[in-house]
């Protein structure tokens, strides 16, 4: 009776704010959206009004503010969803109107991947043989290896996949556990998962210029985190972290490694961090190390003289990105770790019959068939021409830049090449390029050539011409690259 008298009182006050359509309700009075305009050599067409972008203040390294330039609102030009009339079945207006926004979108898709430099994907690949599976809804929710009673999945081409990690990590495969993720943000939150169930009383330790997503786990899991210096180069300053762990030798150390960083591409010294843990006195009972190799960690297998990432260090976990040097469609990943470690995560789930110790549960089935699909086309032959070729691209978008006198770093063991931030934000959203206070970034991936790079210097060297046409002076970035690789006026 009670729950009875609770369910009127609810459904009068849900009546009270909610209008119910009625019958008279006429569908046709909603007004149809205008079609979105196609963007034209890199900018939006002249018509539309342009939106300005959204300007905020963060404090930077030395404690002073310095101005953020944040992306214009969506809102300002999002497509409503809106009713079909009445007589849509007879007319097919509604079809024709979605067909011509999706006609113009993929005009516009076209047109910005044609100036795509800033951001680590790989737009270089054909997928036309799996449209065929594009019909059904496949989801490998749960363990990859325990199959549940949802039988559309695509397990057998998951593990798979797994393998041939597993297999360029050195972890024999009765030894390893892992999983497709839904990005690599999700791979590094299980790294870190992992390593915070291992050692509960842990203190995270991670680079200044980790991914934002570790200082996003460490809030997540409420862990104690100890930021880390950086050298020039980006990579994590062992001496600070020796510093820091002196500091706190009482409690268990979980640490991200980084194999390739976000801005600089600069890879941490795995070998120099698992000394340093043993020389403050950590054994390998008291450590815990995800390596985060988001677009790097399958691009140092096969460069020469690399050092290597393997599961024969005591590491206990490593994720990659799916959607960046491999070249998925989608956001996805790869995470792999010690099947000795996940036994703290996983428990049995009646309702999937299956076990789950992932962190979304329900998982993109169409991934792992893309990233299958890609392994065996191109193997491990195929992926390092493709290294390579990024390689030697990157050296000359370096060199041309030094010789334009543009300030430019490039890593030893990166395809990601910084530089001074352009002073105009609309060539910075032009060319889609990262950007970090006075320094910006382009990622040489096999989907940028010579022809695409040349594009982007002589546009770059015109747009120059005219920002300091004043007799204004380039920043120096002697903080962000050092000396070496700085020739402003001051250090040229």
Same mark, same amino acid.
């Given at each position: ?35 979105? @305009? ?7 067409? $002249? ?33 409503? %969803? ?5 007589? $849509? ?19 516009? *898709? ?50 798979? +996949? ?11 495969? !009765? ?37 934002? @997503? ?52 600069? +890879? $941490?010294?795995? !070998? ?10 950590? @054994? ?30 005591? &590491?206990?976990? #490593? @994720? #990659? ?27 049995? +789930? ?30 491990? =032959? ?8 990024? *390689? ?13 006198? &543009? ?15 352009? =002073? !105009? ?17 382009? %990622? ?16 770059? !060297? ?31």
């Amino acid at each position: 009776m009670v729950g009875a008298l609770e369910s009127d009182h609810i459904m009068a006050s849900l009546n009270e704010k909610i209008e119910i359509l009625t019958d008279d309700f006429d569908p046709t009075a909603v007004v149809t959206e205008p079609l979105p @305009s196609p963007l034209t050599n890199g900018t939006v067409a $002249d018509h539309e009004e342009e939106e300005t972008p959204i300007k905020t203040k963060v404090i930077n390294g030395g404690g002073g503010e310095r101005e953020m330039v944040l992306g214009r609102n969506i809102h300002t030009t999002s497509l409503a %969803v809106t009713e079909p009339e009445s007589n $849509d079945e007879f007319t097919g207006d509604k079809e024709a109107y979605m067909a011509s926004v999706l006609a113009r979108y993929r005009k516009t *898709l076209v047109e910005r991947t044609k100036f795509h430099l800033g951001y680590p994907y790989n737009l270089d690949f054909d997928y036309g043989a799996l449209g065929q599976l594009q019909h059904f809804s496949i989801n490998n929710l749960g363990d990859p290896f325990i199959e549940s009673n949802y039988g559309v999945h695509s397990r057998p081409f998951e593990v798979g +996949v797994l393998d041939w990690f597993a297999r360029l990590w050195e972890i024999e495969r !009765d030894d390893y556990w892992g999983y497709i993720t839904n990005c690599g943000t999700e791979g590094n939150l299980h790294g870190i998962l992992v390593g915070r169930e291992m050692f509960p009383d842990g203190i995270l330790y991670a680079s200044s210029e980790s991914h934002y @997503s570790i200082f996003k786990a460490a809030r997540m899991y409420r862990m104690e985190c100890e930021k880390v210096d950086t050298l020039i180069s980006g990579e994590i300053d062992c001496d600070d972290f020796r510093r820091k762990l002196m500091a706190n030798k009482d409690k268990p150390a979980i640490l991200n490694v980084n194999i390739g960083t976000t801005v600089k591409g600069a +890879v $941490d010294d795995l !070998d120099l961090v698992i000394k340093t843990l043993e020389e403050c006195g950590f @054994s390998h009972d008291r450590f815990y190390i995800h390596c985060d190799g988001a677009l790097f960690g399958l691009m140092m297998p096969f460069v020469k003289r690399a050092p290597k990432v393997t599961f024969n260090k005591p &590491i206990g976990s #490593v @994720s #990659v990105s799916g959607h960046k040097f491999v070249g998925c469609p989608m956001p996805c990943g790869v995470q792999i770790t010690r099947m000795e470690h996940i036994k703290v995560l996983s428990s049995n +789930v009646e309702y999937l019959a299956s076990r789950d110790a992932t962190i979304m549960g329900s998982r993109n089935g169409h991934a792992p068939l893309f990233l299958w699909y890609t392994l065996n086309r191109k193997g491990y =032959k195929g992926f390092q021409k493709e290294v390579q070729k990024c *390689l030697r691209n990157a050296h000359y978008l370096k060199d041309k830049l030094r010789e334009a006198g &543009i300030s430019a770093m490039l890593n030893e063991l990166s395809s990601t090449v910084v530089f001074e931030r352009p =002073k !105009d934000e609309e060539f910075v959203r032009r060319w889609q390029l990262a950007c970090q206070g006075d320094i910006a970034h382009v %990622v040489v991936m096999p989907s940028v050539t010579i022809e695409k790079l040349d594009h982007f210097l002589k546009d770059l !060297d015109e747009h120059r011409s005219v920002w300091y046409e004043d007799g204004s002076l380039p920043p120096c970035l002697v903080k962000d690259v050092g000396a070496n690789n700085c020739i402003c006026p001051a250090h040229k």
